[in-house]
DNA sequence: TTAAGCATGTAACGAGTTACATGATTGA
DNA sequence: TCAATCATGTAACTCGTTACATGCTTAA
């Protein structure tokens, strides 16, 4: 059985403590998501094969009449999970930005047009910085107290990372306006 | 007919003068790959879409034997790709990168193996960025002498960007030797 | 009582990749 | 002459997304 980053990212997700399906999803979206997405339907079938393979065992954890399963890492699991930790591959990195896209493109503009993009594309690079900051960064500290470093350390990086692009684009700002 | 970033992407590339099908990928592959990566295998059956749309002039320019076509863009294709410039949306950037997901979970590691990972990782980092001084950068200046600026901006972005992620792993490297 | 959130799943679709298939030209 | 590169396309498959389908619980 074949397991791809999404098999790993739900088991260390499970090995971390989240429980559910949807406490899984939850917790990718507010940190793994941004350098791994992956959807809620990915989730349940994922945890199905997980099972099969005997990486997860899963139980009961209804509370009334609503239904909730409870998954926990066998043994096989966590070997599996550490295996993959220290293993090579997966060095391409994939990046998909349709608005550094335009932008290559952006000598066909107008100079006010050109102007205007880079203006966008910098208020967006400020609000992922602010939502990082805001949203990301917290709930990542807070692991810090279960002995769970790196997501912090990692939202650290993201925030670096846009502080980064958004000077560079203030800077392309600056140019442009100089030369209207 | 609904146009996608990919057949911006061509569209752009042929206004920017590649030629054949091949030509954009060639060019695709030193430039808008790095935040829109493509397949030879989407570029001829768009190329066609959009030859079908009228927003590209197809003519034959075989040389020998050997055929090749010559890709123009019409007006309405210029103006498409104008008007997609101006265009908002777009604005969810996607990111996948393993290599940041395994040190998402590097808790489950013992300190050595946390500390070859992110030497793994710097290593990546300091190739990505020796990579793009000595063939994007180049190739990107080049494009200067018939005015077109961006791709050279966007390629000293991209520099920045992976001086940024190794100088933090420069620093979580550091921190790691110091604890063992 | 009603909206937001918790909870699990399936089905259809679309996008993109890899592999296949073929052949010409050019420079070492 | 032989490898690398130029050149165009198709077919099968995989992965992931969106939409669908359902229902409970909790707090305002």
């Given at each position: 059985m074949k397991l791809r980053p999404a098999s790993h990212l739900i088991l260390g997700m499970v090995q971390m403590g989240a429980r559910s399906g949807y406490a899984i999803k939850k917790a990718a979206d507010v940190s793994t998501r941004f350098f791994w997405p992956m959807s809620l339907a990915q989730v349940y079938p994922e945890l199905a094969r997980l099972e099969d393979a005997g990486l997860l065992s899963r139980s009961d954890d209804s509370h009334g009449n609503r239904a909730r399963f409870a998954y926990q890492p066998t043994e096989k699991g966590e070997e599996a999970l550490r295996k993959w930790l220290s293993s090579p591959g997966g060095e391409e990195t994939q990046f998909r930005d349709e608005g550094i896209l335009r932008l290559f493109f952006?000598?066909?503009?107008?100079r006010q047009d050109q102007l205007a993009l880079a203006r966008r594309l910098r208020e967006r690079a400020r609000e992922g910085l602010d939502y990082t900051r805001k949203e990301i960064i917290p709930s990542a500290e807070a692991l810090k107290d279960v002995g769970i470093d790196y997501p912090a350390r990692i939202a650290q990086l993201r925030a670096e990372t846009y502080q980064c692009t958004e000077q560079w684009l203030a800077r392309l700002e600056g140019e442009l306006e100089q030369q209207a």
């Open positions: 952006a000598d066909n503009l107008p």
